[in-house]
T-cell receptor
Framework: AQSVTQLGSHVSVSEGALVLLRCNYSSSVPPYLFWYVQYPNQGLQLLLKYTTGATLVKGINGFEAEFKKSETSFHLTKPSAHMSDAAEYFCAVSRGNQAGTALIFGKGTTLSVSS | KAGVTQTPRYLIKTRGQQVTLSCSPISGHRSVSWYQQTPGQGLQFLFEYFSETQRNKGNFPGRFSGRQFSNSRSEMNVSTLELGDSALYLC????????????FGSGTRLTVV
């Protein structure tokens, strides 16, 4: 079975500070890993994904994540937080991309950014 | 191009009633998946449809059902509504089967009173 653990349900940073959102996964097969962002009353927007290949993945809005198989981690980082980054962030895993494969989500981390 | 459209955006229903939610995928997308989001359980997979066939179903009671039409539009139905069915229901479409390439809609907020 697959699972995702997001450490810290709430993270607070100052504008301009490093953003680090932690995600650990469990998977018996090579995983596909995703980070999504959700703003209030909206759906999920894909920030970045790891499928195969390069383990350092760059996404939109300056975010990046590194797939570390030995640590079963896929932490999300951004060098300098902006006020507009305040939102809820979800890490998700899937067993590849074939038909019948669903996303398993973590519980989410709410990011607050203060000025 | 138009995104994934979910209608209605908000819905209030009474316990025991039934409800139908609609999802229109991005043009050309053949796969539609549904997820339920609640504060307690988080995001949970409901179903996946690809070319009108249900390919996968999550761990939800039989009161939850869905279907996909030949134009790839999908509907989900919940019968005999319970208070715990109050949630944001999200639909995602993708070109092929599987979650890589998902584009999510803005969701339907269902409140059961």
């Amino acid at each position: 079975a697959q699972s995702v653990t997001q450490l810290g349900s709430h993270v607070s940073v100052s504008e301009g500070a490093l953003v680090l959102l932690r995600c650990n996964y469990s998977s018996s097969v090579p995983p596909y890993l995703f980070w999504y962002v959700q703003y209030p009353n909206q759906g999920l927007q894909l920030l970045l994904k790891y499928t195969t290949g390069a383990t350092l993945v760059k996404g939109i809005n300056g975010f990046e994540a590194e797939f570390k198989k030995s640590e079963t981690s896929f932490h999300l980082t951004k060098p300098s937080a902006h006020m507009s980054d305040a939102a809820e962030y979800f890490c998700a895993v899937s067993r590849g991309n074939q038909a019948g494969t669903a996303l398993i989500f973590g519980k989410g981390t709410t990011l607050s950014v203060s000025s | 191009k138009a995104g994934v459209t979910q209608t209605p955006r908000y819905l209030i229903k009474t316990r025991g009633q039934q409800v139908t939610l609609s999802c229109s995928p991005i043009s050309g997308h053949r796969s539609v998946s549904w997820y339920q989001q609640t504060p307690g359980q988080g995001l949970q997979f409901l179903f996946e449809y690809f070319s009108e066939t249900q390919r996968n179903k999550g761990n939800f009671p039989g009161r939850f059902s869905g279907r996909q039409f030949s134009n790839s539009r999908s509907e989900m139905n919940v019968s005999t509504l319970e208070l715990g069915d109050s949630a944001l229901y999200l639909c995602a479409s993708s070109l092929g089967a599987g979650p890589d390439g998902y584009t999510f809609g803005s969701g339907t907020r269902l409140t059961v009173v």
